[in-house]
């Protein structure tokens, strides 16, 4: 997986020569649009890259986007992998260490998940302060690469907290209403059950979707700083009448992603002001 990534990070060097992105960015279903706004962009299929594999869930388009957003150089991996795909948690190793080795000392994950308080309302932007792993698997199992982190990395403050802080600030000057929580991440495909929610509830989870934890173990493993926001595209089975639905999950996404591209920006416009 490390040389994958080694390799993947020299095909973009010989696109891009001398460009080095200091944020990383996934952008989850129905949140692509994000990409559009890059400005100078240069686009390389995940095709084209060793050890990246192709999303084949709807709203994940599999390109790495590189260019000026925010006022930073950035990388956005429009379009993320799953373990409900068939992918083992391994798979989003090169795409995260890509991102380091380009010189990403931030990574920025979007995603959609379910809402597991009822006054929550879809479409509203929950910014991730921890999370909880209940997809059965770690992307770090196996052979450790030193060159990248140790064999035992912590997982407190896993979400930056000076990242946070900042995205209370940026939401707040904003005025978007963004809510704050603990994610917790299944296996998928299916969603959960009743029973399943009221217990992820009691477990202390705030919402609940199937990706962004392989990730962002991957990119605290390699000192990569995280932060995260979720689309809360739905609430979570039995708190309301609405079937549930991937559908679902892509029209609220693509109806919040404004006020997500909002928020972006001015992250990374702190992050210029910071930097």
Known sequence: ???????????????????????????????????ERVEDATVVDFGELPGFPRPSVEGHHGRLVLGRLGGQDVACLQGRVHLYEGHPPQAVVPLVRT???????????????GALDPD????????????????GGNPLVGHNDESFGPRFPAMDG?????HLATLRRVADDLGLPVREGVYLATLGPSFESHAEVRAFGRLGANAVGMSTVPE????????LRCAAVSVLTN???????????????????????????RLVLGFLAAQGTAG
């Open 1 to 35: 997986m490390s040389e994958q990534a080694r390799k993947a990070a020299a095909v973009v060097a010989q696109k891009v020569p001398g460009f080095r992105p200091r944020v990383g960015i996934t952008l989850g279903s129905g949140l692509g649009a994000l990409a």
């Open 99 to 113: 991102l380091r080795l380009l010189g990403c000392e931030t990574y920025f994950a979007t995603n959609a998940a």
């Open 120 to 135: 929550a309302v879809p479409g509203q932007l929950m910014l991730i302060n921890d999370h909880i792993n209940m997809q």
């Open 158 to 162: 896993a979400y930056d907290a000076q």
């Open 216 to 223: 962002v173990i991957v990119a605290r493993h390699c000192g």
């Open 235 to 261: 609430l979570a089975a039995g708190l309301s009448d609405e079937v549930l639905s991937h559908e679902q999950t892509l029209h609220y996404g693509q109806a919040a992603a404004e006020d997500l591209t």
